[in-house]
């Protein structure tokens, strides 16, 4: 069984950044497709960003131009870089791995399947 570990996340202003790492254990990182989702208090949890297992990389039209998502093979890690922050950022953000395509909507965030592994998840907080 695949496990995920996030780290990074905190509090900024709006405008601030932060950086968010997934550590991935327990099975070759190389076979997992990885992305970062996020969940709002009284809302559904939606992607953000991620890479599949041939680099083909998704990232929400919500937060194009502001983040960044990319993987370093050699440390088995996923790593989403926030810039530019608004308060509609505040979210608790959850890693994921799936040995199939993440499939999900980029222009809602709408996961279309269960994946198959989620980290505990990591608090983002921006205040205005």
């Known amino acids: 069984q695949v496990q995920l570990t996030e780290s990074g996340g905190g509090s900024v202003q709006a405008g601030g950044s932060l950086t968010l790492s997934c550590t991935i254990s327990?099975?070759?990182?190389?076979?997992?497709?990885m992305g970062w989702f996020r969940q709002a208090p009284g809302k559904q949890r939606e992607g953000v960003a991620s890479?599949?297992?041939?680099?083909?990389?998704t990232v929400a039209d919500s937060v194009k131009g502001r983040f960044t998502v990319f993987r370093n093979n050699a440390k088995d890690t996923l790593t989403l870089q926030a810039n530019n922050l608004t308060p509609e950022d505040t979210a608790t953000y959850y890693c994921a791995a799936d040995p199939r395509p993440m499939n999900w909507e980029p222009s809602t965030g709408r996961m279309m399947r269960i994946l198959d592994a989620w980290g505990q998840g990591t608090l983002v907080t921006v205040s205005s």
């Open positions: 890479i599949d297992l041939d680099g083909h990389t």
């Open positions: 327990g099975y070759t990182y190389r076979r997992y497709s």
